[in-house]
């Protein structure tokens, strides 16, 4: 089988060759410093295993690297950002999101090897109000896709993204406001915390019926009608 093959099996529970050998996801530090700058797929076959490769098309990620140079602006949600400190080991940038409504501000620094948040998005309860009305859903590029999938071949399967800094409403909340703040919410005020998550799941599911159809099969159509 090859690896497509062999993984595409497991995950229709079928029982291939063997069991598809594979990890989560590559690092750029990791593909930088230890494996000589290969890219994720090279890196997948010299090391033998089934390539498994992220589909990284910007979609609101704050901890893809150079973040900002992706973020979706549109007219209701323009986000700027600062480049505060461009030191690859103290990389800062400061983020100010502008709607009819109001505006929002959050922060980031990111090292060689990873990107966290010092100031979250949401600071008082009435902010959510702006994101379910003006935060922005993006759309797929399915040419940009297709092209992707023909890429990878038979080397592996290419993985996708629900919309979001995280695909779980949840773990999406996490990153927009402090965790210890989102636990106290869920016991002062469930109704806000429920406003906050059936948002973020209406926009995840926008997300789906817009962008993923036709982007799921085993072979999107776009890249059967690339192919010639």
């Not at 690859?88 to 620094?109: D, I, Q």
């Not at 038979?154 to 927009?176: K, N, P, S, T, Y």
């Given at each position: 089988?090859?690896?497509k093959?062999?993984?595409?099996?497991?995950?229709?529970r079928?029982?291939?060759d063997?069991?598809?050998?594979?990890?989560?996801?590559?690092?750029?530090y990791?593909?930088k410093?230890?494996?000589?700058?290969?890219?994720?797929?090279?890196?997948?076959?010299?090391?033998g295993?089934?390539a498994?490769?992220q589909?990284?098309e910007?979609m609101?990620q704050?901890?893809?690297?150079d973040a900002?140079?992706?973020?979706?602006?549109?007219p209701?949600?323009r986000d700027d950002?600062?480049l505060?400190?461009?030191?690859?080991l103290?990389?800062v940038v400061h983020?100010?999101?502008?709607?009819p409504g109001?505006t929002l501000?959050?922060?980031t620094?990111?090292?060689?090897r990873t990107t966290w948040i010092t100031?979250?998005?949401i600071?008082r309860?009435e902010?959510v109000?702006l994101i379910?009305?003006?935060m922005?859903?993006?759309r797929?590029?399915k040419?940009?896709?297709a092209?992707e999938?023909e890429?990878?071949g038979d080397?592996g399967?290419?993985?996708?993204?629900v919309?979001?800094?995280?695909?779980g409403?949840?773990?999406?909340?996490?990153c927009?406001?402090?965790?210890?703040?989102?636990?106290?919410?869920?016991i002062d005020?469930p109704?806000?915390?429920h406003?906050l998550?059936r948002?973020?799941?209406d926009?995840?599911?926008?997300?789906?019926?817009d962008?993923?159809?036709?982007?799921?099969?085993?072979?999107?159509?776009a890249a059967r009608?690339?192919t010639?």
């Amino acid at each position: 089988m090859t690896p497509k093959e062999r993984m595409l099996t497991a995950l229709m529970r079928g029982k291939p060759d063997r069991l598809p050998a594979t990890i989560h996801q590559w690092q750029d530090y990791h593909l930088k410093t230890f494996m000589g700058g290969v890219d994720a797929l090279e890196a997948y076959k010299v090391c033998g295993l089934d390539a498994s490769i992220q589909y990284w098309e910007a979609m609101g990620q704050f901890w893809i690297p150079d973040a900002e140079k992706f973020v979706v602006s549109v007219p209701d949600w323009r986000d700027d950002a600062e480049l505060v400190d461009a030191d690859p080991l103290h990389r800062v940038v400061h983020h100010t999101v502008s709607t009819p409504g109001g505006t929002l501000t959050y922060k980031t620094e990111a090292n060689d090897r990873t990107t966290w948040i010092t100031e979250y998005l949401i600071k008082r309860l009435e902010d959510v109000g702006l994101i379910a009305k003006y935060m922005p859903v993006p759309r797929l590029s399915k040419d940009a896709i297709a092209r992707e999938y023909e890429r990878v071949g038979d080397e592996g399967i290419l993985r996708g993204f629900v919309w979001g800094d995280q695909a779980g409403c949840w773990q999406h909340a996490c990153c927009l406001m402090n965790l210890q703040d989102m636990v106290l919410a869920g016991i002062d005020d469930p109704a806000w915390l429920h406003s906050l998550l059936r948002a973020l799941m209406d926009k995840k599911l926008r997300f789906i019926e817009d962008s993923l159809a036709g982007a799921t099969s085993s072979r999107p159509a776009a890249a059967r009608a690339a192919t010639p």
